[in-house]
């Protein structure tokens, strides 16, 4: 029998930049987490001035960018930390994941600085001028509408842009983001000599050169033939001129960018053979941390983005939501929605409802009932991506509502609830979109188990109010944090694969020993009364039709 297992002694390390935070989870040869670290932005690095991690245009046109900068000496700083605690000589192999679709974009001459960094200075003060624009626009920004519906137009419209790429036309997605770029800032454009996403940017710092874009990753650009697996021609005609050369070549989420750079060796003794494995996007990585492997299972992430995910080998792109290749097999699919207003939104509630506290939040939760006699509510703190729909909240009263059928039901505009009946409304009406959205892309109904992860998943009151609404079992990892993980993972992955000279599917790694290992899953909360959840399923439908009547009153697209 072939030998999958890891050298005894090394450690793999896996970082999570994310939008307000930079993680780190360091697993040992058995797979076991013997570090975790995290940076938060806000505090951390308060001379950016940034809140939850961006900058967003006072103009409310929907621009929402993050310093380049900031990412950068966080990386800095993780080392400095993990470096106190760790001996980083033992790490085998580096991963990670980045934010999906922001956009980093590196001067001409900057390949040069990269590749002869100095160990005796910070890494800032050195690439702080490397960039053709400061500010990178990240996944919450909103402002390519025009640019989405160009690109969807030149291709043959949003379903074929959708067919070839995965995805139609998004405001975040990098495609759009490098038009309008081009569009109102030629010169930046021109001044461009590489185009990285946040997962390649960050792993360009670790090898001192430009990393590939991961080919998981690369299906949030709107850039790139999902079946092929290539930049696909007709898309970059469609974006901006001279693309291709900007964006360099693809590559595999198992495959090794290069040897970490002399500068982590000399400054935080890193070994000079330590290998650094493609980073890839948040979502993909937690789809490899939560280690889903049947197309039963659903993941549903419940951080500063809500996004839920599945697997499958025979994808079906549509009008709503993304294909994704998966990022621990060469072959499958992974397929998500996703949610801009989530962990903020919740936060926004909570601190004008429930005493800016979780604890009184939950106890709303408890005592408000089921259903919340018929009350419903849609929250848009920002710029909704599932439904397109602007900022606004809008609540309303389902008059002689049972939760048996719609017959007789009126719905009334209101213009406020209660505070505990404002917390259910927010809470019932996330998970709800979550379920008739997945329902009509064809992921699992009802999933034969759910896999919480992301902050919120820590809050066992709000996984109840996801069990009732779905009606199946839901498990959580041992931290909420599945990103980071996975990134980790994939490095242990990404060695193997390097060691053997070839893919190796990687639940050879873990293989009999999963429930031993801190990839293991535990059950939070059981499924919900049967019952209640086909009641869920009337309020859901009455939800989705208000939804389609905002949609069309007050959409974008
Ligand atoms: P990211 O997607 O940027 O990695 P995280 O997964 O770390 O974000 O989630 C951060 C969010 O988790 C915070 O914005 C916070 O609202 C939320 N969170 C943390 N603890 C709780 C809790 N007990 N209940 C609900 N939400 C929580
Ligand atoms: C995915 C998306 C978000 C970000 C959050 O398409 O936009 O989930 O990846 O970091």
Not at 89 to 105: I, R
Not at 265 to 289: I, M, T, Y
């Amino acid at each position: 029998m072939e030998d999958y297992s890891l050298p005894k002694d090394s450690l793999f390390l896996g970082f999570d930049s994310s939008t307000q935070s930079l993680k780190a989870t360091v697993l040992d040869s058995n797979l076991n987490t013997v570090a975790s670290e995290q940076l938060q932005f806000d505090s951390e690095l308060p001379h950016y001035k940034t809140k939850d991690g961006v900058y967003r245009d006072p103009s409310n046109n929907g621009r929402i960018v993050s310093p380049t900068r900031m990412w950068i000496e966080a990386l800095d700083l993780m080392l400095q930390k993990l470096s106190k605690s760790l001996d980083l000589s033992k790490v085998a192999a580096v991963s990670g994941s980045g934010q999906q679709h922001g956009s980093v974009y590196w001067k001409k001459g900057s390949a040069a600085i990269l590749s002869s960094l100095d160990p005796k200075k910070p890494l800032v003060d050195q690439l702080g001028d490397a960039f053709s624009t400061k500010e990178s626009p990240v996944w919450m920004d909103s402002s390519t509408t025009a640019q989405c519906r160009e690109i969807e137009k030149a291709v043959g419209g949003a379903l074929e842009l959708s067919k070839l790429t995965g995805s139609r036309g998004y405001e975040r997605f990098t495609g759009p983001q490098i038009r309008k770029l081009f569009q109102t800032q030629p010169g930046v454009y021109d001044d461009t000599e590489r185009i990285s996403v946040v997962s390649s940017f960050m792993a360009s710092l670790l090898i001192g050169a430009y990393a590939c874009i991961d080919e998981t990753d690369a299906a949030g650009m709107n850039l790139m033939d999902i079946r092929q697996r290539v930049w696909s021609k007709i898309v970059l005609e469609a974006t901006a001129p001279s693309l291709e050369e900007k964006l360099g070549k693809l590559a595999p989420a198992h495959a090794v960018a290069g040897c970490i750079a002399p500068y982590f060796v000399e400054r935080f003794h890193f070994n000079k053979n330590c290998l650094v494995v493609q980073w890839s996007g948040d979502n993909p990585n937690s789809l490899a941390g939560l280690t889903l492997s049947t197309s039963g299972d659903l993941a549903i992430s419940l951080g500063t983005s809500d996004t839920v995910f599945g697997i499958t080998d025979d994808p079906e792109p549509r009008l709503e939501g993304h294909v994704f290749p998966n990022p621990v097999d060469t072959k499958g699919y992974m397929i998500m929605l996703v949610y801009k207003n989530a962990s903020l939104t919740r936060e926004d509630v909570r601190n004008h409802c429930a005493e800016k506290s979780w604890d009184v939040f939950n106890k709303y939760l408890q005592q408000t009932p089921p259903l919340n006699g018929g009350k419903m509510g849609f929250y848009y703190k920002e710029h909704e991506i599932l439904p397109p729909l602007p900022v606004g909240f809008h609540r309303y009263i389902l008059e002689n509502f049972e939760g048996e059928t719609l017959d007789g039901v009126n719905e009334v505009e209101v213009k406020e609830f209660d505070p505990p009946s404002e917390v259910r409304a927010l809470v019932e009406g996330q998970f709800l979109s979550m379920r008739g959205h997945a329902e009509r892309f064809g992921l699992p109904s009802p999933p034969r188990r759910i896999i919480a992860t992301g902050g919120a998943s820590a809050n066992q009151t709000i996984l109840s109010c996801l069990a009732s609404i779905y009606g199946c079992d839901i498990y959580t990892v041992q931290r909420p944090d599945s990103a980071s993980l996975g990134a980790a993972l994939r490095a242990a992955h990404g060695y193997l694969c390097s060691k053997k000279g070839s893919f190796v599917p990687i639940s050879n790694m873990y293989k009999d020993k999963l429930e031993k290992t801190s990839l293991s899953c535990k059950l939070a909360v059981t499924a919900g009364d049967q019952q209640l959840v086909s009641k869920y399923a009337v309020m859901m439908k009455k939800r989705l039709e208000i939804e389609n009547r905002l949609v069309e009153k007050l959409g974008r697209c």
